[in-house]
């Protein structure tokens, strides 16, 4: 028998917050700061890690400098993300989801300090019932993090649904047996979503807001 939905955990840059143009803007900035070569598809691929991770990727030649660049990428994202908000929709679709009784939560690959940040620049503090930052846990894909959303909230895996817009976000998901669900307006596309065998992989908010409501009120969609 299938649990009913009780927790909806979502991942922040490129699933709730449209950061992606901005982080790959920084990192890029990071690099040539100090003369190493990153693409921008380089720099795409590895949002939703910890920046440790994202570090020891993009730059595994230079780990001397991985403090330096991370300072870097970091000072300047602050510097220049002041206009990076919440996708259309989504404020209305989390307030619809905890209207319905649902426990909403955070995963994500930002540090502590970040998730802070834009937590009180969408002044959305009081959505949450709890939030894991990267910095002070184990970086996607190991499910750390979901586990320990799971103890706090004490919801087991089958009642909730992992959302995110990475391989990294499904694959730890997948790791604990928890559902999930890709969204194709983030990072990464259908082909590689498919592979972690998601309930749905939705194009737009307004799909993914349409989805939740049904998995929440158990209802079939048309």
Known sequence: MKKPVELIIFDWDGTLFDSVGQIVASLMFAAEQYQQPLTAEDAKSIIGLGLPEVAQRLF??????HEEILQSYATHYVANSKGDAWFAGVSE?????????????????KSRKGLDRVLHQTQSEDLFVATRAASETKSKPDPLMLQEILQQTGVVAEAAIMVGDTSYDLQMAQNIQMPRVGVLYGVHDQQVLSQFAPLAIVSDVRKLHDFLLAQVQDIELI
């Not at 595994?60 to 400098?65: A, I, Q, Y």
């Not at 989801?97 to 995963?107: N, T």
């Open 60 to 65: 595994p030649n230079v780990p001397e400098l």
């Open 93 to 109: 679709m989390l307030r619809d989801l905890k209207d319905q009784g649902v426990q909403l939560a955070v995963a994500t690959g």
